[in-house]
């Protein structure tokens, strides 16, 4: 009987291990922490938070549509509320400096929290969380999340978007994450475009200072500043379809989380099929793909 050398038997058994998962790194504040939200702890034991803080989060959200999908991802994530990338870059760069395959990050969401609707910031900083990764992983993918409006910085006579509609602020967010995006060689994920839609078909409401029109969602917390557990679900479904390329929509309207959080079929099939539409108009996801039969009734996540 023949003998293998050390070196075929290493072969062999690499072809036979299973192939690591993906390690994806969320860094951003609380509009990634879930602040204001049963997102924050929501299944934290899931992912990594780097800070040691408990917290769950978009990251979380993120997991289990992931694992839902049959996809297999090692998610970590390092925030800290009220700060932008420049926060991260200089008092938490021995934690986030390492290999990763993906990393999804945002800024402060007035653009510069110092000199709102500035963008120079983001984009400067932008860039040199592309370097810092890249010099750890040449083919990192890297994402920018273009946050949503907040309806705290529209309607009140202080607010530095005051006179103007949440859709502004958002577009006007948008287009600095796209320049962001120019410099730093990252995709945007449209979340605060999602917001816009969600609100411009009637879906959600636009205004929580006049009260919340009957029928439609409140995608703002009681601050009218965070999102409520159902703007963040949204944010995760747009993550989920930008990074991976799925239809938010095949997650199914009986997706697990969702059910965890107390949210109605009516309204999981409504902000997923927003979602969609969203990433759709801009070629990031597969148009039709079919979402799966609906369960009777919807249950609780599989342990992980």
């Keep these: 009987m023949k003998l293998m050398s ?17 390690s994806v790194l969320f860094i951003g504040n609380s509009f990634t922490f879930g602040a204001g939200s049963a997102v924050r702890f929501y299944r934290n034991d899931t992912v990594k938070d780097l800070n040691d803080e408990g917290v769950g989060g978009v990251p979380a959200l993120f997991e289990s549509f992931t694992r839902q999908a049959g996809l297999d991802y090692d998610v970590s994530l390092e925030t800290r509320g009220g700060t932008g990338l420049d926060f991260h870059l200089t008092e938490k760069r021995t934690v986030i400096d390492r290999r990763w395959d993906v990393v999804v990050a945002h800024g402060y969401s007035t653009l510069d929290a110092d000199k709102p609707r500035d963008p120079k910031k983001l984009v400067a900083t932008a860039k040199q969380l592309a370097d810092l990764m890249r010099a ?18 529209v309607y009140p006579a202080e607010g530095a978007w005051a006179g103007q509609s949440v859709g502004a602020m958002a577009t006007d967010v948008r287009a ?53 557990t159902h703007g963040y679900y949204l944010e995760a479904l747009t993550v989920f379809g930008r990074v991976t390329g799925r239809d938010p929509r095949t997650l199914g309207e009986s997706e697990c989380s969702a059910f965890e959080l107390g949210m109605s079929r009516a309204e999981v099939r409504t902000l997923q099929q927003i979602a969609f539409e969203e990433l759709a108009a801009s070629g990031a996801v597969a148009h039709n793909a079919q979402p799966p039969k609906s369960e009777d009734s919807p249950r609780r996540c599989d342990a992980r």
């Design 136 to 153: 750890r992983n040449p083919g990192v993918e890297l994402y920018l999340t273009s946050t949503w409006a907040r309806a705290d910085q």
């Design 6 to 22: 050390p070196l075929a038997v290493a072969v062999v058994l690499a072809a036979a291990a299973p192939a690591a998962a993906e």
């Design 176 to 228: 600095a994450y796209d320049e962001a995006a120019r410099g730093a060689g990252a995709t945007v994920i449209p979340v605060g475009n999602a917001w816009n839609r969600a609100m411009q078909s009637g879906v959600a409401d636009a205004n929580p200072y006049d009260g919340v029109d009957a029928g439609k969602l409140n995608l703002w917390t009681y601050d009218h500043y965070h999102a409520s």
